[in-house]
Nanobody, 121 residues
Framework: QLQLVESGGGLVQPGGSLRLSCAASGFTLGYYAIGWFRQAPGKEREFVSCIDGSYGSTYYTDSVKGRFTISRDNAKKMVYLQMNSLKPEDTAVYYC??????????????WGQGTQVTVSS
């Protein structure tokens, strides 16, 4: 059974950093793209980043480019989202999702339960 579990969220001051982790089980991570999404209260879920399974190509939404870095360790079945220079507008529940390609990640069938990130002084 394919399962994704996020961790690493928390409360951080503006300008601080967090590293989110997405632990995968029940499937071969290297065959899947993993995406990160976020949803703030009262807002639609939005795409944050994605990393392809085949060549490790990465994609970011404009608002996080230069601040967030996605990476993966297929051997450990882990995907990470390093978030630096955090801003209050980054506050949201962050989810990871799995699909065969980043081009389809918005329609991913497999999702984690989410981890809360709060950026506040």
């Amino acid at each position: 059974q394919l399962q994704l579990v996020e961790s690493g969220g928390g409360l951080v001051q503006p300008g601080g950093s967090l590293r989110l982790s997405c632990a995968a089980s029940g499937f071969t991570l290297g065959y899947y793209a993993i995406g990160w999404f976020r949803q703030a209260p009262g807002k639609e879920r939005e795409f944050v980043s994605c990393i392809d399974g085949s060549y490790g190509s990465t994609y970011y939404t404009d608002s996080v480019k230069g601040r967030f870095t996605i990476s993966r360790d297929n051997a450990k079945k882990m995907v990470y989202l390093q978030m630096n220079s955090l801003k209050p507008e980054d506050t949201a529940v962050y989810y990871c999702a799995a699909d065969r390609s980043c081009s389809r990640i918005g329609m991913a069938y497999y999702w984690g339960q989410g981890t809360q990130v709060t950026v506040s002084s």
